[in-house]
């Protein structure tokens, strides 16, 4: 009995060596390989190829591998959450969500209510239109049936050619559902980016459409990652964005999804 006694004081002891010895070596541990990485939400609408999309039930797409070299150079984890296009600006300014990625174009407008980061795309509106459209440019869109997503530059664009609140103008939610418009006769045209469009064209080659660029129509628009305003992740971002692009990151991304080279110096001069 006493034995056992001996023996069981030992034991509580020997644990709470071993307890406190847990206690300190954690406390004192300050390096900041060991530390957790913070995950952030991010948002998107999933519905725009190939910039994000859903395959398999996973959203896909130049914009998820880019975030995802950005946020681990910037030293976070990220999920990346598919939202919804209108749904994704609520969250972001009601600080539900941590930022935002989804083909989003740095205007004017936007920048009232969010950060945007540095750009990190060159884009421009282009026309998608059955092969047989007699629509050959911009100006050709007026009295014609045009499909876009709600509350894209796109849509932007469209109402500067014929006209904000013209019955003409078809707003869907994604743009999917724009261009199902437009395969059912529903519209004449879509307006969305270009690099849309042409994965589009290229990728339904029995569907007959054609893409028209029209720069004298629609100007040059840069991607950015978007934040609330003052978000203190700006600065973290935009270091990373900088370094990926500089370390040939970006330029593996961009060649994965596009097969070709980016042009850094258009990102550069921004
Ligand atoms: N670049 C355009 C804009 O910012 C369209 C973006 C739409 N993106 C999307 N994932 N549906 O207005």
Redesign the pocket.
Known sequence: MKKFKIFSTLLVFSLMFVLSACGTSEKTDASPKKEEKKTLRFV?????AP??YMDKGKVVGFDVDFLNVVAKEAGYNVKLEHVG?DPLFVEIKGKTADGGI????INDERKQTYDFSTPYFL?KNEILVPKDSPIKSAADLKDKVVAV?N????QEAVEALIGKNNSNLKKFK??NLAIMELKSGGADAVV??NTVVEQYVKNNPNENFVVIPDDSAFDK?F?GLMFAKDSKLKADFDKAIQKVIENGEYTKVYQKWFKVDPDLNALKQQ
């Open positions: 998107t609408d999933a519905a725009y910039f994000e296009w989804s083909a989003i174009t884009s997503q509350g894209t530059t796109g994604n743009n969305a980016d628009e991607y």
